[in-house]
Every structure is written in structure tokens, then in C-alpha cells.
């Protein structure tokens, strides 16, 4: 009698005894996660674990698809070599698997100039083996060589979303400045305003039509906030001396100055026929509701809506103070119910950590740490990120297949991540594990990042990240990063 054959190993690994959270779905279902060769190739229960070379046991986990943070920042206030490593470990710890970060030439960043036929390869090169993490990047056209660049960035290198600071025109990263040339290192003859913003749209306009196979992956992403405005406001607001901390910078950058740029913003993409239109983190009533009334206004145009966990989290009495600074400023009270709201009603489309990290040592005036005004913008918090969405969110009424295409699903299909955003065959074997039961207080001695402080810091959140895979190998578990950098660069649509 011939020799019984072993069974035939047919995964790389099954994760057993999960709750498969998918985006679109109306419930959370009971399976198993079958993964060969960095894709997942089945989801269901019961899946035979003698077909697996390794088998892992959920013990009734949730398990979250792999979250896309859209929204990031590395190598703004540290060298990109740096900020790779640390920043995307930061984004493991916190299920991101995809990590999208904007860039531009100009100071910080690489504090070059250029075309980005030159300055773009730097980057990657920069870039390749350092991230924990799948990474792409967005990039802000500053000069006309720029705007000409676009069908070659979309082309060579897989960029297929780009960035208008609104703001640039009269303002640097943290105030007022009449030297912007120099700021972002462009000819003198150049001009970062209004009539360049349509330009850019034209560009981008352009770009849809001639690579109609990628239109649907390109499109361009504002931050919407009105130099003048800010600058007047800004005045008055240092002059009275009635307003401290986050209270005077939410004052100084008020919320109609968001409305406005989105208005403004809105109309030239309908002028230009520039139908992808990201709206970046809407900070306030007054920016929701104006770009909801965009939208009415200019039906044609593919508007999205995106919040940060910061803005959801905070508001302008968070104990941290200056430590939360960042722009557009953390808001009111009222404002963070109203963008709940929104986000409830399925107003907004997806949830980003806007991350930045800028350490202790920059962020605050060694001499003045209080004084608001002279901190630098912007702070870390992709780590928090579906801990922090899941824990608000749940308590408000907020679905776990929600919370999947908020943080994932939503964000992959708009910028071009076909194999990513769900746990189906066929994706990318991204994998969270997440507990939902398990609390924490947030500290930022615990976090992978190196910023060294949170504004969350003291904050209790239900609902922790246990283990992230990406691709199907596991890249942290149990708060500790593991193995080398895995990243790979994701060149769009992919």
C-alpha cells in the first residue's frame, strides 16, 4: 500500500480565527486569510491549516485591511533618509501599510531647487530601502517647468497626484514672509499665486487627457487657506493680545479664510475641467460647509472630502497647547463635533494623520515655548491613527466596515492603489490585527517616531494595533517593530 502524500503546502501563511473587517460590506464576518506569494488567494472559514506552511491564530481579532495614510510628510523638519526609517516604523505601529507623502522642491524638504526630472530621482534614490512601509509620493508643481513636468512624472515615475499650497503666495510654512522667491526657490520672474493655481489645473486638466487610462487615478489635492486673510487676522490677532496658544492661532487663521480658498479653488476647477479634486484637512464648519456647497454648485467636478485623526481628536484647549500646532489650526469644540457630523453622515471621505514629525527641539522657542507663533506647524500622529478614528468613532455610532473604508478603501481608489484598500483575493496580503477591547493611553515614549512628544499624549483610546503585515510578512507586532525595511515604491496606477 503506497505511502499516504503529505498535503500539499498551498500558502505561505493562514491567518486563522479573525473577524474580516472589508470596506463596503454591511457586517463583520468570522473567516480566515489565506496568503501565498505577498497576495491574499482566499478568505473563508475553515480553511485547512495543513495547507499552510505557517499558520498564524487570530484569536478573534479584528482584521482591518492594510490602512492608506494619503496624508504624510517625511523628510519636512529631518532628512528624508531619516524620516524614511523612523516615520514609516511609526506608520507600521499604527496599521498603515501605505504611506503617501507630499513633497515639493524649495526650502525644507531637500532645500533644492529645480526640475523634478533632476530633483524627483534624488528623492527615490533617497527613499529606496528605508521605508517600513509601501510608499508613494504627491508632488506640488511651484514653476511652469513643473506644470510641463506633470505628463513625465505621470509617465516615468508613477505620479499621478499633485499639490497647490494656496497659502505660498504671501505666507511660508509658519508666517507671513515677503521673500516667497527665495522660500521656494523659484525665478524671480515666477509668480506662486491665483492665475498659477489655474495653470496648474490646466496642467493637471490636461494630463487626464491624454492618459485617459490613468484618469481616473489623477488628480490634484488643495490645501485651502487665504494668504491675505490670514495675514490681516494674523495682525489683529498679536496686536489685541487678548487670544494665547492654539485659541489665538485658530483666530489668526480663522475658518472663513478656509472657506474662501475653497471657493475660490473650486471654481477655477470648474473653469479648467480639472474634475479630481481633493480637498485636504478640513479643519472647521465653514470649510465643510463650503465645500459642500462647491460641490452642489459644480456638480461635474469629483470632489473629496478629507479630515486628519488630529482634527477629530483635538480642539484648541487640548493641555498640549503649542505641541498641536499645525496648519489649517486645530479648532473649537463645535467644529470637532461638526466634522464628526460630517464624517457620520458620510460627508467626508477619508481619514488621514497629515503626519510631520517635528521634534521638541524645533518645534517650540527655546527661550519663548509658550508663545505660539513662534512654534513650527505640524506634529506627528500616524500611529494613532486607526486607534484613534475607531475609539471616537465607534462611541459615536461610527461601523467597523466604515472605519475600513475611511481609513483604506476610500483613499486607494482615488490615488490609484488598485491592489490595496480590502481583504479579498487578489489584494495585497496588507493585513491589521486590532483589538478592539484593549485601552491605552497614548505616550509618546511608547511610539516608534522620533519626534518625542504627541499633543495626544494623555489621551485614553479603545482599540490598539496588535500586529501589521504588509504583503504578507510581518512588519510589527506586540509594539515592537519587525525585521528590515520592506517598503516598496508604488508607482501609480498599480
Known sequence: MPAARATEKKFDLLIKNVRVVRPN????????????????????????????????????LLAFPGLVDPHMHCGIYSPLADDAVSE??????????????????????????????????EVLDISSGRFHVDYAYHLAPLDRTHI???????????????????????YGLHGASSHQH????IDKYEKYDIAHFEFVMRGVQRAMERFKD????????????????????????????????????????????????????????????????N??????????????????????????????????????????????KVNPPIRSRDDVEFLWKALLAGKLDWVCSDHACCRHEMKVDATKPQEVFLGKSGFGGTEYLLAGLASEGRRRGLSWNRIAELSSW???????????????????????????????????VESASLQGYTPFEGQELTGKVVSTYLRGELIYDRGKVVGPPRGRYLHRPC
Open 279 to 324: 480637498l485636504l484637512h478640513l479643519s472647521s464648519r465653514k470649510a465643510v460647509e463650503a465645500a459642500l456647497k462647491m460641490a452642489k454648485a459644480f456638480p461635474q467636478v469629483n470632489f473629496r472630502r478629507e479630515v486628519t485623526v488630529g482634527h477629530l481628536l483635538l480642539d484648541y484647549d487640548a493641555p498640549t497647547g503649542v505641541l498641536a
Open 148 to 170: 510641463e513636468e506633470i505628463p513625465m512624472l505621470i509617465e516615468k515615475h508613477g505620479v499621478t497626484s499633485f499639490k497647490i499650497f494656496m497659502f505660498y503666495g504671501g
Open 214 to 277: 490613468k484618469r481616473e487615478a489623477i488628480s490634484l489635492s488643495l490645501h485651502c487657506e487665504t494668504a491675505e486673510i490670514m495675514a490681516a487676522y494674523t495682525r489683529l490677532v498679536q496686536q489685541e493680545g487678548k487670544l494665547t496658544g492654539l485659541r489665538a492661532y485658530s483666530a489668526a487663521r480663522p475658518p472663513h479664510s478656509e472657506g474662501l480658498a475653497i471657493c475660490i479653488a473650486s471654481y477655477l476647477a470648474q473653469e479648467t475641467e480639472c474634475l479630481n479634486i
Open 25 to 60: 460590506k454591511a457586517a463583520v464576518q468570522k473567516g480566515d486569510i489565506a496568503i501565498d506569494g505577498g497576495k491574499i488567494v482566499k478568505v473563508g472559514r475553515d480553511i485547512a491549516a495543513a495547507a499552510a506552511k505557517k499558520v498564524v491564530d487570530g484569536k478573534g
Open 410 to 444: 476610500n483613499a486607494a481608489r482615488r490615488f490609484g492603489l488598485a491592489s490595496k484598500g480590502d481583504l479579498a483575493a487578489g489584494y495585497d496580503a496588507d493585513v491589521v490585527l486590532f483589538d478592539p477591547q484593549q485601552s491605552f493611553v497614548v505616550r509618546a
Open 182 to 185: 527665495d522660500f521656494l526657490m
Open 88 to 121: 514609516s516604523r511609526a506608520a507600521a505601529q499604527g496599521g498603515v501599510t501605505s504611506s503617501i507623502n507630499y513633497f515639493r522642491t524649495g526650502h525644507y524638504y531637500l532645500n533644492k531647487g529645480g526640475p523634478y526630472a533632476q530633483f524627483f530621482p
